[in-house]
């Protein structure tokens, strides 16, 4: 299937962490060939300084594609020396034009980029599928939100302003809004090509420099968007993007003395360790993206199959690995069987399989590792006591798949109703009055995202208030854009990434006071 195959008999070694080993023949560039017949030249090396450059060990690492269980190619891994180097790079850009020349320049480069990565919106949806294993239909949508977010970030570059302050005719005050300098971002794996647009996007609009790490899982799309990078006129050093593991290069992003601020989606765990380590080292600004255990509520008075739809969006989308999943379901006690029963139905009639398949719904799981803590949930969930309505199992033995997974009976105590599966897991239960699902919906340390399902105005935005989250989806889940502002409550971390938020996490206020002398 893919030309750049090395060994194709790895389906039992997957269950082993990547290779990791001296791949010294690697070419820095190796051609695949696509399910679709054509076939693209996908970089291996490390982006830096607008060149693909190998790191000072040589060292590589496999890349998996997740529905075959089969090697595509691998790539070269980053460790500290070339975070080092990639660093200095950030650093030099950053003394030049791109941050404080004309934001003209920024505008026309990042709009430039939005339309690059339309016109290889095929290819570029295709990596994803193949490197992440997810479905045709959401590579494509992931896609498009990338270019639009980049879009709509190059319409800001030029309308970062300060203000000037009155504080009577003795003085003379202003702020600028000026960027952070080299920041370091670190992606997951579950939307490869998405969280790289969404944090680049208004990271170069405010004139920052960037070293972004891609996930070992993923690392490729990120390494295509490079060559795009570069053919957008964006200065080189500006954006360096290297492939490497959290433990080692993260590790090196995250203590980094010379960089600023640090991005990351992710494990709250991880978060917490990345938000240590910057205390710990300079001090370096932090966003934090991280776990969610979303409700998503359907009152009676909900119109049903609208909000199934919902349910379904919530929680099968993108296999269910989405921070912000429905991943509990409370439906009120007038609806309850009805939604049941046709969420059943939509769930057993979900297409899974081959991500290239144009009717696919639900592809792979993104990893071994991934498939194997879903599967360790569900028999938790059942040892629990949960009842399984549907699924709770791999579809073949070959493939990471997993069918969509129902339990109901479950009470809040329960591990599957409280901890992040990330998976086509779900838990429903029933609810009776507006004041107990309100309780129900906050009792959790997390707080990404909300769904409320009514038809009732006045009720959709009382629950909509008094709900603990970053996003409340009325009537609608899952459902992105690239002028809304995303982010999380609570330990689903800090900061907003898209809309006009995200730019006050990439620039810094700076007052000037002057002291003005009268003259008679
Ligand atoms: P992770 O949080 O460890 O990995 C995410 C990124 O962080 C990767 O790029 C990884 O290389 C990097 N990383 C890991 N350790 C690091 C360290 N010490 N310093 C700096 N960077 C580091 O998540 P993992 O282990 O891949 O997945 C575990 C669980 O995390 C998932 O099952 C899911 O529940 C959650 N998760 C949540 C995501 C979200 O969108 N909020 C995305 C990915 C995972
Ligand atoms: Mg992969």
New binding site residues.
Partial sequence: MFSSKINSNLVKRAAAAPLNRLYSQLALSVNVNLPNGTSYEQPTGLFINNEFVLPKQKKTFEVISPSTEEEITHVYEAREEDIDIAVEAAQAAFNSDWATGDPAARVKALLKLADLIDQNAETLAHIESLDNGKSLQCSRGDVALSSQCIRSAAGWADKINGSVVETGDTHFNYTRREPLGVCGQ?????FPLLMLSWKLAPALATGNTIVL????STPLSALYMANLIKEAGIPAGVVNIVSG???IA??A??THQKIKKVA????T???R??MK?AAESNLKKVTL????KSPNIVFDDANVSKAVQSLVAGIFYNTGEV?CAGSRIYVQEGVYDQVLSEFKAAAEGIKIGNPFDEDVFMGAQASY??LT?ILKFIEIGKNQGATLITGGERVDDKGYFIKPTIFGDVTKDMDIVKE?I?GPVVTISKFKTVDEIVETANDSPYGLAAGVHTEDINKAIDVANRIKSGTIWVNTYNDFHQSVPFGGYGESGFGREMGQESLDNYTQVKAVRIGLTKKN
């Fill in positions: 670190i992606i997951p794996w579950n790490k891609s996930a070992e593991f959290g433990k993260g590790e992003i995250a990351f989606t992710g494990s765990a991880t978060g360790h990345i380590a993206e991280l776990g969610g921070c590792a991934q803590k992040e990330f």
